[in-house]
């Protein structure tokens, strides 16, 4: 099992920038692929972005250019900097994280995730 915990959400004035970060605990050894989702009230949640182990990233067109994803294996922590923030980027923010077990089995976890309101 792993455990996944957002923090970092808050309101935010348009052009303006948040950090989100997410913690993960439990069975960290298995540890791939992490990323964000978000999701708007009264839609489905759209992927946002992922990162591998080795550092590599891919983005969602949406958020191209404005939204970086990092993490720190050593503390099983990614993070989502968020710059020139949108009305349009109000959602929920959620963490994910594949976990492969050592037959080989992936499974991922979600967190709870975490408000960002954009709003003047």
């Known amino acids: 099992q792993v455990q996944l915990v957002e923090s970092g959400g808050g309101l935010v004035q348009p052009g303006g920038s948040l950090r989100l970060s997410c913690a993960a605990s439990?069975?960290?050894?298995?540890?791939?692929?992490m990323g964000w989702y978000r999701q708007i009230p009264g839609k489905q949640r759209e992927w946002v972005g992922t990162i591998t182990w080795e550092g590599n990233t891919k983005y969602a067109d949406a958020i191209q250019g404005r939204f970086t994803i990092s993490r720190d294996n050593a503390k099983n922590t990614v993070h989502l900097q968020m710059n020139a923030l949108k009305p349009e980027d109000t959602a929920v923010y959620y963490c994910?994280?594949?976990?492969?077990?050592?037959?080989?089995?992936?499974?991922?976890?979600w967190g709870r995730g975490t408000q960002v309101t954009v709003s003047s």
């Open positions: 439990g069975s960290i050894y298995g540890l791939n692929d």
């Open positions: 994910t994280a594949e976990h492969v077990d050592p037959i080989g089995l992936s499974r991922n976890y």
